[in-house]
């Protein structure tokens, strides 16, 4: 399997959700990628896309930590 770039295909999905919308940090609010993280995507080697969605998961949990309040 290729991509569209004729490569191997790489198998961590994009994790846009079609909700793009940065916030004052310049971190989207649907899939909580920085802007230079999805600029970067198409180009991230696997290792970096894991990377990736781990500082997203870290920056949805301190979303909603600060959310949920005292």
Known sequence: ???AGGGPALSIASPCVR???LDDDDICLG???SIVEICAWSEASPADRTEIL???AERRE???SRNRGP
Request: net charge positive; aromatic share 6%; glycine share 0%.
């Open 62 to 64: 301190q979303r909603r």
């Open 31 to 33: 899939c909580f990628r």
């Open 19 to 21: 909700n793009c919308c």
């Open 1 to 3: 399997m290729n991509d």
């Open 54 to 56: 781990k500082r997203c």
